[in-house]
């Protein structure tokens, strides 16, 4: 990834509403093959229906990776349409990378994601393999 050219992180978060106080900026982006991922204290995640490599025992209908603690089954996501509540989501383009507090991801153009924090755990989604990297060291 270090030689993607990076984003500007600010130009890829959304304000979201939050209930008697100010609203929560988070930053979010969507993969040149369709796949919405966030940052959230310190990880990074993506979830979809649509990943690629993924096994069927895995999805629920949604599979959901990090960077903390691998590949998880989800029964829902808060994205439709590559939006979040009602906001759509910029696209990371293709041979760039985002980073937000010490965690960084990257994509290619054809079908590669990856994602890996500061403990260097991380995950690579790719049509050839995908899975999660624990940081064993």
């Known amino acids: 990834m270090s030689k993607y050219t990076p984003v500007n992180p ?29 940052f959230t204290d310190g990880s990074a995640g993506c979830i979809g229906d649509n990943l690629p490599g993924i096994q069927s025992k895995d999805k629920n209908p949604y599979t959901y990776v990090d960077t903390v603690s691998g590949i998880q089954r989800a ?30 991801c990257g994509v290619d153009g054809a079908g590669l994601t990856a994602c890996k924090d500061s403990e260097n755990e991380g995950f690579i989604l790719s049509p050839s393999w995908s899975g999660w990297l624990k940081h064993t060291g």
Request: glycine letters at 12%; hydrophobic letters at 35%.
């Open 10 to 38: 600010a130009e890829y978060t959304i304000e979201l509403a939050n209930t008697g106080g100010p609203s929560i900026p988070v930053v979010y982006f969507v993969t040149p093959d369709g796949i919405p991922c966030t």
């Open 75 to 104: 029964g829902s996501t808060q994205f439709v349409n590559n939006s979040v509540h009602g906001t759509p989501i910029k696209q990371l383009p293709p041979m760039h990378s985002i980073a937000v507090g010490g965690v960084t």
